[in-house]
Structure formats: C-alpha cells, structure tokens
C-alpha cells in the first residue's frame, strides 16, 4: 500500500520512504528564520546592566559647557554612587569624551548602563 510518503525505488522494486520538497523548504526556512534571530541578539555588557537606560539627572557639562562628560545629580539610581568628596560624571559608553576624562584625571569606572558609562572623580 503506497502512502504519501513513500515512492518507489527502481533499483530494488520497492517502497521507501520520502519527504516531499515542500517538506524539506519547509524545515530549511525554519532553520534559516532560527539563525537569523539567533544572530541578532547581543550579549549584555559586562559589568553593566542591560536594562533600559535609568533616569539620570545632568547638571551641565563636566569640564565645560559644550563637555560631552556631563556633571550628574541625584536620582534614585545615582544616589548610591553620589560622594561629598568627589564629582558623579556621566560619559557616554567609548566616546573621546570618556577616554580624555579619565586620561586627565582620577576618575574611577563606577558602574555602567546600556549607553552610558558613570564615573567618580575626586575633588581634592
């Protein structure tokens, strides 16, 4: 009895089983479509949290007016990191900005979020 499924094999004069072109398209689109999704995700930064970027409070530009680096107040998620003895500095995540910062001064990594990278810098 022939099923769907099967043909006939001339070199052995019998039925065996097969899967139909649309079936292998089929599971060769799910695989290709599983890659793709897979591929795009990102891995979360290290050292940093990969939630959304919290509220954060600037107060100007760190080392001047139109400073990238920008001079960071209290909010509930800086309140933790806020010093009476040093500056809370808030840098764009591997911009020029931040590597001059800490180049230039003291300034120590104190955490990181998705965009932005916070740093505490002595005042004395």
Known sequence: MKTRFTHRDSSTDRFVPSINASTRLSAVGL??????FASC????PSGGISE???????????????DDCKLTGESAFTVEFLDD????????????????????TSASLVTQTNSYTLYSVPRR
């Open 31 to 36: 695989l290709l479509c599983a890659g793709m």
């Open 41 to 44: 995700s990102e891995p979360a």
């Open 52 to 66: 959304p970027d919290p509220d954060l409070v600037f107060v100007r530009g760190y080392r001047s007016a139109d």
């Open 85 to 104: 003895a040093a500056d809370l500095v808030t840098c764009s995540t591997g911009s020029a900005a931040a590597a001059t910062l800490v180049s230039e």
